[in-house]
């Protein structure tokens, strides 16, 4: 194999490794922003209930 074939070999090794670590980011940014919308919904979800429970307990105290 001469030197020009090398270095091309080489180049297209190192732009497939490169395009590999760039999938894998953004596989877990994927993850990461999936773990983040899942949180959010909790939250809301735990807001409203409390939203809720005040609710609750304000019309229990004004009907005493």
Known sequence: MNWEMT???EREKGAEQERARTEEQRKRAEAAEERA???KERADKAEEEL???KEQIEKMQTSK
Request: proline share 0%; no cysteine.
């Open 7 to 9: 270095l091309r070999n």
């Open 51 to 53: 939203r809720m429970l």
């Open 37 to 39: 919308k899942a949180e």
